[in-house]
């Protein structure tokens, strides 16, 4: 599949595609090397991203790694990818994403309150204060109060 189409979009296409036969497998194979067009792709259910100038060889090779399963990918593009997710690892990772409420009961749990003194020392419920904790965890990449902890204190 091609990404500039005539009449419609090739990653429109490849949604649509997908919708009415789930079990289809598309190769997207295109100029463009864009991040989001790539992204744009793969989450439209493409199952492999080549470039035009790849050899014919290679893309024999691509459609027999998409019979098997596989998910080809030029290098370059595949650098990309790698090269956006470490990027995305280190901002989400940081506790500049923790929003300032987000913080402030952080910072009260690293000073060894527990959640019913921090929901009464910040006026919130203990309900909030655990969506908070909930979040503070999807953002740093942490399992426990304790790593949560650990992070916010290595940064102090």
């Known amino acids: 599949m091609d990404i500039n189409l005539p009449g419609m979009d090739g990653v429109q296409c490849v949604r649509q595609l997908k919708e009415i036969c789930p079990r289809i497998q598309i190769l997207m194979l295109t100029v463009y090397e864009e ?3 790539i992204f744009n792709s793969l989450q439209a259910g493409a199952c492999g991203y080549l470039l035009k100038r790849t050899a014919m060889e290679e893309l024999f090779e691509a459609v027999r790694q998409v019979m098997d399963g596989g998910t080809p990918l030029t290098d370059h593009i595949a650098r990309k990818i790698v090269h956006y997710f470490n990027q995305q690892g280190e901002r989400a990772s940081t506790l500049e994403s923790l929003s300032p ?3 402030q009961v952080l910072e ?3 000073r060894g309150l527990s959640y019913k003194e921090v929901a009464h ?3 919130l419920s203990i309900d909030t204060i655990r969506m ?3 979040h503070i965890y999807q953002k740093l990449h942490v399992h426990s109060l304790a790593e949560a902890v650990a992070k916010y204190l290595s940064r102090h």
């Open 35 to 37: 991040t989001e067009r």
């Open 101 to 103: 409420r987000e913080l």
């Open 108 to 110: 009260a749990l690293a």
């Open 121 to 123: 020392s910040l006026t």
């Open 132 to 134: 908070n904790v909930r």
